[in-house]
C-alpha cells in the first residue's frame, strides 16, 4: 500500500499534473507473507524515495545507525509495478489514483 501511496499522493499533495510510477522487487522477502508484505503498516517499515546517487549513501547510513534497510526499486514511468516470490503485477498508475481518488464519489453514485 505504501508504494501505490507514493505513486499517487503527490498527485494532490503537490498539486501537480504527473503520477510517478514505480518498480519494486520484493522476492528477496521470503520470510513474510504475501498479505502482510504487500499490506501491513508495521511501525518498523518505512518506504522512502531518493535520487539514484542518494540511494547508496541512504542505505550505507541507515546501516551505520543500526537500521536495516535494503533499496527494493526505482521511481519513474506510468506503472506501479511489484515483484514478489509469487509472481509480478503491474498497475497504471493513473488507474490506481482514480480508483483511490473517486472511491467515495464511486461508492456513493
Do not use: Q
Not at 62 to 74: C, S
Not at 89 to 97: F, P, Y
Amino acid at each position: 500500500v505504501a508504494l501505490a501511496e507514493s505513486c499517487i499522493s503527490n498527485y494532490e499533495g503537490r498539486n501537480t499534473s504527473t503520477l510517478i510510477g514505480a518498480e519494486a522487487d520484493l522476492s528477496e522477502f521470503r520470510d513474510f507473507r504475501l498479505d502482510a508484505l504487500l499490506f501491513g503498516e508495521a511501525n518498523g517499515r518505512v518506504v522512502i524515495s531518493t535520487s539514484l546517487l542518494d540511494a547508496v549513501k541512504a542505505v550505507e547510513r541507515a546501516k551505520l545507525m543500526g537500521v536495516p534497510a535494503v533499496r527494493i526499486g526505482t521511481v519513474g514511468g506510468e506503472l506501479l509495478k511489484i515483484k514478489s516470490t509469487s509472481g509480478e503485477c503491474a498497475w497504471e498508475v493513473l488507474g490506481l489514483h482514480d480508483l483511490w481518488w473517486n472511491s467515495i464519489g464511486n461508492t456513493m453514485g
